[in-house]
């Protein structure tokens, strides 16, 4: 593969990218450094970052010091929260300090410190979109991968409640659905002797109880009405031609700048399936290999496989994508496949 290919596989996050550098590492260096600095998902908050992908490439370097500290250094330069690239970076150095990277657990650190000691002095709510305190929300989701990281964590909210009247539990509703919950009893036993811990709890299940309210009004409102799976192929059906779809579908360019136009036609082509319509093969061929957005991919490969067109060259590559179900359904076929295989190897 040559940088140039390498260049667009990478960017849409293939796994065909791991088996070019674990052969070629030096090859393709300079751009692994880069994705080590750049935020490159198409869409992060569909997707989620692409810390995994890139850190499995780094893990094919011999030093991976140098992709660490780039990181590292992107990290603590980055002053802008609403683009995801902090999400991004934070996630890829705690893959690293999970490693037993000090270099990058202190990065994230330094990051969080600096992020909570700033909410705890806000005196107002900045214009429009809050994204320092919408990241530090997401930066706690991603440090609470235990039991004791959490606690910690919680305590350090409930403080932040305490002491700001700014904040409630909306901010960080996830945490607790995820963790808070998972841990209740401990929570509410530590509660007895933390004041911090208590306003953890007495926020978060404030907030969880007017957010149940506030559903059951909406559901019985009335107000939310889908429409109908014979209106959405209808409407599909007058704006393509089944007989030319696929030509339709690879005459639009795929490309990352300019018009997006090619998102909107393969999602359109990948909704073919839920209004009872078969998609051309070739068209979901063609978004696989093309498409910058890994959901879409992941899709195109899901109908791929249920009509039984997927290779064991292509379920190979999808264990390194960046896309963690892609990942998580290669790896299901290729065992339902080896099952097979020694079934048929025992008769």
Not at 80 to 108: H, I, M, T
Not at 269 to 294: F, N, Q, R, W
């Amino acid at each position: 593969m040559n940088k140039k290919e390498f260049r667009k596989e990478l960017l849409r996050g293939k796994g065909s990218c791991y088996y070019a550098v674990s052969k070629a590492p030096e090859k393709y260096r300079d751009m692994i450094l880069w994705a080590c600095r750049n935020n490159f998902s198409y869409d992060t908050q569909s997707e989620g970052t692409r810390a995994w992908f890139v850190y499995t490439l780094v893990g094919c370097d011999d030093d991976t010091t140098p992709f660490i500290n780039a990181a590292a250094e992107a990290l603590r330069n980055c002053s802008s929260y609403g683009n995801w690239k902090a999400d991004y970076l934070s996630e890829l150095l705690l893959y690293f300090a999970s490693d037993g990277s000090e270099a990058a657990r202190d990065a994230v650190r330094e990051k969080y410190d600096e992020l909570y000691k700033m909410l705890l002095m806000r005196e107002r709510f900045p214009d429009g979109v809050f994204n320092e305190r919408d990241f530090f929300s997401r930066l706690c989701e991603c440090m609470a991968d235990d039991k004791y990281s959490f606690l910690e964590i919680a305590n350090d909210i409930g403080r932040l409640y305490r002491n700001n009247s700014l904040y409630d539990g909306y901010y960080f509703d996830w945490l607790y659905v995820t963790m808070g919950k998972k841990y209740i009893r401990t929570l509410k036993k530590l509660a007895e002797k933390s004041e911090d811990i208590a306003w953890y709890v007495k926020k978060s299940e404030e907030y969880e109880a007017e957010e149940q309210r506030r559903r059951a009004e909406w559901k019985s409102s009335g107000k939310f009405k889908r429409r109908t799976p014979e209106e959405i192929k209808e409407e599909f059906l007058n704006e393509y031609d089944l007989d030319t779809l696929d030509d339709t579908v690879k005459s639009v360019p795929v490309k990352l700048r300019g018009e997006h136009d090619w998102h909107g036609v393969h999602m359109d082509v990948l909704k073919m399936e839920s209004l009872g319509l078969k998609a051309p093969v070739a068209s979901l061929y063609h978004i696989y290999d093309s498409t910058y957005c890994s959901c879409c991919r992941e899709h195109a490969l899901r109908q791929l496989g249920k009509r039984r067109k997927l290779s064991n060259e292509i379920l190979q590559e999808c264990l390194y994508d960046c896309n963690e179900d892609i990942r998580s359904y290669a790896k299901k076929l290729i065992g339902r496949r080896e099952n097979i295989r020694g079934d048929i190897n025992e008769k």
